[in-house]
Nanobody, 123 residues
Framework: QVQLVESGGGLVQAGDSLRLSCAAS????????MGWFRQAPGKEREFEAY????????YYADSVKGRFTISRDNAKDTVYLQMNSLKPEDTAVYYC????????????????WGQGTQVTVSS
């Protein structure tokens, strides 16, 4: 059983940057591929970024490609999401998730979830 705790959300202005962190415990972190998803009010949870178990492969949703960067530190059991050039449409609750299998871009492909952290971008 893996526990995930996100942090780093907040209220920022358009164009600002934020770095989200997701700390894992209770499992072997390097055994899991990791993803970041977000969910805006009234919308489905959507994929934003993925990183492989070793960190050598990453994938991004088109909406964040070039602005967001996912990374991980297996020594610290933590995955990060660096978000630059934030836009009001990035406003959502951001979730990290862990997957035993490889690449996944849908929520059902992930086995464990954090509680989420709110990101609000004002215009």
């Amino acid at each position: 059983q893996v526990q995930l705790v996100e942090s780093g959300g907040g209220l920022v202005q358009a164009g600002d940057s934020l770095r989200l962190s997701c700390a894992a415990s209770g499992g072997t972190f390097r055994s899991y591929a990791m993803g970041w998803f977000r969910q805006a009010p009234g919308k489905e949870r959507e994929f934003e970024a993925y990183i492989s178990k070793s960190g050598d492969s990453t994938y991004y949703a088109d909406s964040v490609k070039g602005r967001f960067t996912i990374s991980r530190d297996n020594a610290k059991d933590t995955v990060y999401l660096q978000m630059n050039s934030l836009k009001p449409e990035d406003t959502a609750v951001y979730y990290c998730a862990a997957a035993k299998r490889g690449y996944g871009s849908t929520p059902r492909q992930y086995d464990y979830w954090g509680q989420g952290t709110q990101v609000t971008v004002s215009s």
